[in-house]
């Protein structure tokens, strides 16, 4: 059984910056196509962005693209989600999630995956 385990929540001011960690606690990310979601309070999960297995192709929601970025190392069996110019609205539970149905050249964030992380909060506030 995949165990993803996110870090690199936290508290941060508009207009900073944060970089979130996606690894696992047992099991290989390598051959995983892996998403990243958020959260709020009182809102349905959305997607933010995928990344396949291959590292070769990444894919993002309208609101995530020019500030967020996806990539893997998988030299470090991690994915990460760095955020910039985060805003109030960014304020989430952000959730890393992988899918090994998808092959290694797509993945798409606009649907679940298989194995979920339990999350890290991040809250952007002045």
């Known amino acids: 059984q995949l165990e993803l385990v996110e870090s690199g929540g936290g508290s941060v001011q508009p207009g900073g910056s944060l970089r979130l960690s996606c690894t696992t606690s047992?099991?290989?990310?390598?051959?995983?196509?892996v998403g990243w979601f958020r959260q709020a309070p009182g809102k349905e999960r959305e997607g933010i962005s995928c990344i396949t297995s291959s590292g070769s192709s990444t894919y993002y929601a309208d609101f995530a693209k020019g500030r967020f970025t996806i990539s893997r190392d998988n030299t470090k069996n991690t994915v990460f989600l760095q955020m910039n110019s985060l805003k109030a609205e960014d304020t989430a539970e952000y959730y890393c999630?992988?899918?090994?149905?998808?092959?290694?050249?797509?993945?798409?964030?606009?649907?679940?995956?298989?194995?979920w992380g339990k999350g890290t909060l991040v809250t952007v506030s002045s």
């Open positions: 047992g099991g290989i990310l390598d051959d995983y196509a």
């Open positions: 999630a992988a899918e090994l149905g998808y092959g290694s050249n797509y993945c798409d964030y606009r649907y679940g995956m298989d194995h």
